[in-house]
DNA sequence: CGTCAGATGATC
DNA sequence: ATCATCTGACGC
């Protein structure tokens, strides 16, 4: 199965709080510190996984939620783990992507750069991008909660919540 | 189209 | 108790 990331959020501690890495390093959140290009797979509400991508340097506690995808190949695959809901063209939220998969937590630190189940690879780039708060962080301070730190790819089918979605101005930094 | 409640279980 | 969600039900 091939999936194209087609929308993604930001996080980074310190400082952002709406980071899971703002409670130290645990158990569960120990991928998030360590070295880029592994995964940080977690159970979201007791029924979903979701997939991260950790980017940042080992001990920075820096990832990108995989939100969405578009199915690239692989589609009947994609069908029967989803269990035939509404089609393949359905991975427009981060628990379906991970259902697509096939995710658990035991897929958490997995290293994505090397050819092992999971992998992440170049791919084709959006043509345009759209920027907006994420989702589901009404536990974040203000100041981290507001931030347009979720990205997605402009006129995709694979996207949720647009509503909140604006054209990407200036670059998108974290305030002083 | 919108809002809303319930499912469901690891985590600290 | 909390929670980076999804689905189906219901009302307009």
Same mark, same amino acid.
């Given at each position: 199965m091939v999936l194209r990331v087609t929308e993604t959020e930001a996080y980074k501690w310190p400082p952002d709080t709406a980071c899971h890495a703002k409670a130290g390093r645990t158990p569960r959140t120990e991928p998030l510190f360590g070295p880029p290009g592994r995964a940080y797979v977690y159970l979201c509400y007791g029924i979903h996984n979701l997939l991260n991508l950790v980017t940042g340097d080992d001990g920075q506690a820096q990832a990108v939620l995989i939100r969405a995808c578009e199915p690239v190949g692989g589609l009947d695959v994609v069908?029967?783990?989803? %269990?035939?809901?509404? =089609? +393949?063209?359905?991975?427009?939220?981060?628990?379906?992507? /991970?259902?697509?998969? @096939?995710? $658990?937590?035991?897929?958490?630190?997995?290293?994505?750069?090397?050819?092992? %189940?999971?992998?992440? =690879? +170049?791919?084709?780039?959006?043509?345009?991008?759209?920027? /907006?708060?994420?989702? @589901?962080? $009404?536990?974040?301070?203000?100041?981290?909660?507001?931030?347009?730190?979720?990205f997605a790819e402009a006129d995709s089918r694979w996207v949720g919540h647009r509503k909140s979605l604006r054209p990407l101005g200036a670059a998108v930094t974290m305030p002083a």
């Open positions: 069908a029967q783990r989803r %269990g035939g809901r509404r =089609g +393949p063209a359905s991975l427009d939220g981060p628990g379906k992507v /991970g259902q697509a998969l @096939g995710l $658990d937590t035991t897929w958490s630190n997995h290293d994505v750069t090397a050819p092992s %189940g999971l992998e992440v =690879g +170049p791919g084709t780039p959006p043509q345009g991008l759209l920027a /907006g708060p994420r989702i @589901g962080i $009404d536990y974040a301070l203000p100041e981290h909660r507001d931030l347009p730190w979720r």
